[in-house]
């Protein structure tokens, strides 16, 4: 029996929808509180493909997440762009990872490596708005990208 292969290149947050950082900032911007704010992060996990079983494994474990976060990064020469899939069994986390995707995924290796990822999450005043711990998982997933992203540029 033939495995099929997890396709990298799809739209991660649904066909036709291209979301990007400053769409996220701005939908935020006009969101009135937290609770719609969470709401709004939690529907952007759960338009994220949910990584194959296969790929649910130790070497693709993120550490240092409250929930347990898969991430699977490719390099695409062709394109010369990162491919970045993240899944979790936590509705939040998930949706947090859809942030970090929407300014992370499909972009070149060093402009991930340069990201301001902080002032991004700044811009969304996120980091003062989760528990601790949420907040040094979601940092560990941002580093691991960013490990990624400078084995590629500099191979």
Same mark, same amino acid.
């Given at each position: 029996?033939?495995?099929? $292969?997890?396709?990298?290149? %799809?739209?991660?947050?649904? $066909?036709?929808?291209?979301?990007?950082?400053?769409?996220?900032?701005?939908?935020?911007?006009?969101?009135?509180?937290?609770?719609?704010?969470?709401?709004?992060?939690?529907?952007?996990?759960?338009?994220?493909?949910?990584?194959?079983?296969?790929?649910?494994?130790?070497?693709?474990?993120?550490?240092?997440?409250?929930? =347990?976060?898969?991430?699977?990064?490719?390099?695409?020469?062709?394109?010369?762009?990162?491919?970045?899939?993240?899944?979790?069994?936590?509705?939040?986390?998930?949706?947090? $990872?859809?942030?970090?995707? %929407?300014?992370?995924? =499909?972009?070149?290796?060093?402009?991930?490596?340069?990201?301001?990822?902080?002032?991004?999450?700044?811009?969304?005043?996120?980091?003062? =708005?989760?528990?601790?711990?949420?907040? =040094?998982?979601?940092?560990?997933?941002?580093?691991?990208?960013?490990?990624?992203?400078?084995?590629?540029?500099? $191979?």
């Amino acid at each position: 029996m033939g495995e099929q $292969a997890f396709d990298m290149n %799809s739209v991660p947050f649904g $066909a036709g929808a291209d979301i990007t950082a400053e769409d996220v900032v701005d939908t935020l911007s006009f969101l009135d509180d937290w609770e719609q704010r969470y709401a709004y992060i939690i529907d952007m996990g759960k338009q994220l493909p949910p990584l194959p079983d296969e790929l649910k494994t130790s070497e693709h474990y993120v550490h240092g997440c409250q929930s =347990n976060v898969w991430l699977e990064a490719r390099y695409d020469a062709a394109d010369e762009r990162m491919r970045l899939a993240v899944d979790s069994d936590g509705l939040i986390v998930k949706g947090l $990872a859809a942030l970090v995707l %929407s300014a992370l995924n =499909n972009q070149p290796p060093q402009k991930v490596v340069e990201y301001d990822m902080e002032g991004f999450f700044e811009q969304m005043d996120l980091i003062r =708005n989760l528990f601790p711990s949420r907040g =040094n998982g979601l940092r560990a997933m941002v580093a691991r990208i960013k490990q990624e992203a400078e084995a590629a540029a500099a $191979a």
